[in-house]
């Protein structure tokens, strides 16, 4: 009787450790949360808050950090007076005055244009963010015409060049295509 005991202890104690490992194993435990509890920003560019104005996508387009640099999102102001936003990115700054419980997006409205966007695309620059006594130090992404969307707003139109050559593969019969392979163009 001891063994059949002993047996039915050893199985369930197999069983208690399979079924751990295999919780471990999926995800289903509570040391790893769900992705789906997790809050993010699904936007290219910034979600925060500064004051009474919700910055909402908030990024820059350029083609390099000394360049002309826009800025693209939506501002909201969720307060019950007018409010002025200043930002300074890298030492060049602009301002947008968002009506009370309004909003102003950017992509819309008068061009908010920095005279150097501070990083080149695909980098982050430090933004200081104003409003109402309050600011914010955060960091803007900094995009190009590598995505289709926001070639109609860099400064002075998108360049006629690929935003990466050296990503971009040559064309038979065009200049740096050499027997099947790109010629390294240095």
């Known amino acids: 009787m001891k063994t059949a005991a002993r047996h039915k202890l050893r199985r369930a104690g197999l069983s208690?450790?399979?079924?751990?490992?295999?919780?471990?194993?999926?995800?289903?435990?509570?040391?790893n949360p769900s992705a789906t509890t997790m809050v993010y920003s699904a936007a290219d560019g910034i979600v925060e808050q500064v004051g009474d104005v919700k910055?909402?996508?908030?990024?820059?387009?350029?083609?390099?950090?000394?360049?002309?640099?826009?800025v693209l999102g939506t501002l909201s102001n969720r307060g019950?007076?007018?409010?002025?936003?200043?930002?300074?990115?890298?030492?060049?700054?602009?301002e947008v005055q968002i009506p009370a419980g309004g909003s102003v997006d950017l992509e819309t409205s008068e061009p908010v244009i920095l005279d150097r966007a501070g990083a080149d695309p695909g980098l982050m620059v430090e933004t200081e963010f104003t409003a109402g006594g309050e600011s914010i130090t955060e960091r803007l992404p900094v995009l190009d015409h590598t995505f289709p969307r926001y070639a109609?707003?860099?400064?002075?139109?998108?360049?006629t060049t690929p935003a990466n050559p050296s990503n971009t593969p040559a064309v038979p019969g065009e200049?740096?295509?050499?027997?099947?392979?790109?010629?390294?163009?240095?």
């Open 16 to 31: 208690a450790a399979a079924a751990a490992a295999l919780l471990t194993t999926t995800g289903c435990s509570y040391i």
């Open 55 to 70: 910055l909402a996508n908030v990024l820059i387009v350029a083609t390099g950090a000394d360049e002309e640099g826009r």
């Open 80 to 94: 019950d007076q007018e409010v002025t936003l200043s930002m300074d990115v890298d030492g060049a700054t602009a």
């Open 152 to 159: 109609e707003f860099i400064p002075g139109g998108a360049p």
């Open 175 to 186: 200049e740096g295509y050499v027997g099947g392979q790109q010629a390294d163009e240095h």
